[in-house]
């Protein structure tokens, strides 16, 4: 099993351009999220999805979209990027919230910068 | 609102030497917590979960406590090793039906040889 991967591992990107980061997995996961990461901060949720055709929003949504069109994609929109959108993007998957555990598992993530 | 917060942000100690890790959090009443290693670069890895029903997991040379009434969790990793630099985060979900996790900054651990 690949586990998470992410797409690309790298970009830059300049003010105002577009872009997507996709994320997929294959553990039949059935919750995904995208996570920004800043130096000396924590992981902050951007979006996540409970399932297939489903998307919400977390703790710092602004500027930014998702879909989930498939179980085992998630994909994280840049439509106008700003220099703010400056930092590592991270995809977790995990079983549902019923299960105990629900551990979360985390690709090797995205470094974008945004001139 | 849940704030999660690691002290001290960096650590460096001598090859052989036991590590104590901490994580603190304000809201007591979490479902779950969870250790997770961040090499350069990478992604993260978990390494320890512990139910708020547990006050404590192992697995190897790796120990995590859970003190909820406290709001504190210590993460220990005996006779420490070179390739255990890296960053540890610590992170806690609050609820059951809880998506988020609430995560620290980390601490950078250096182990010099």
């Known amino acids: 099993n690949a586990g998470v991967t992410q797409t690309p591992k790298f970009r830059v990107l300049k003010t105002g351009q577009s872009m997507t980061l996709l994320c997929a997995q294959d553990m039949n996961h059935e919750y995904m999220y995208w996570y920004r990461q800043d130096p000396g901060m924590g992981l902050r949720l951007i979006h996540y999805s409970v399932g297939e055709g489903t998307t919400a929003k977390g703790e710092v949504p602004d500027g930014y979209n998702v879909s989930r069109l498939k179980k085992q994609n998630f994909l994280l929109g840049l439509e106008s990027a700003a220099p703010s959108q400056t930092s590592v993007y991270f995809c977790?998957?995990?079983?549902?919230?019923?299960?105990?555990?629900?551990?979360?598992?985390f690709g090797p993530g995205t470094r974008l910068t945004v001139l | 609102k849940q704030e999660v917060t690691q002290i001290p942000a960096a650590l460096s100690v001598p090859e052989g030497e036991n590590l104590v890790l901490n994580c603190s959090f304000t809201d007591s009443a979490i479902y779950n917590l969870q250790w997770f290693r961040q090499d350069p670069g990478k992604g993260l890895t978990s390494l320890l979960l512990?139910?708020?029903?547990?006050r404590e997991q192992t697995s190897g040379r790796l120990n995590a406590s859970l003190d909820k009434s406290s709001g504190r969790s210590t993460l220990y990793i005996a006779a420490s090793q070179p390739g255990d630099s890296a960053t540890y985060l610590c992170?806690?979900?609050?609820?059951?039906?809880?998506?988020?996790?609430?995560f620290g900054a980390g601490t950078t651990v250096t182990v010099r040889a």
């Open positions: 512990i139910q708020s029903s547990q």
């Open positions: 992170a806690v979900r609050l609820r059951s039906n809880d998506y988020k996790l609430s």
């Open positions: 977790a998957s995990s079983y549902s919230t019923g299960l105990v555990d629900n551990e979360q598992f």
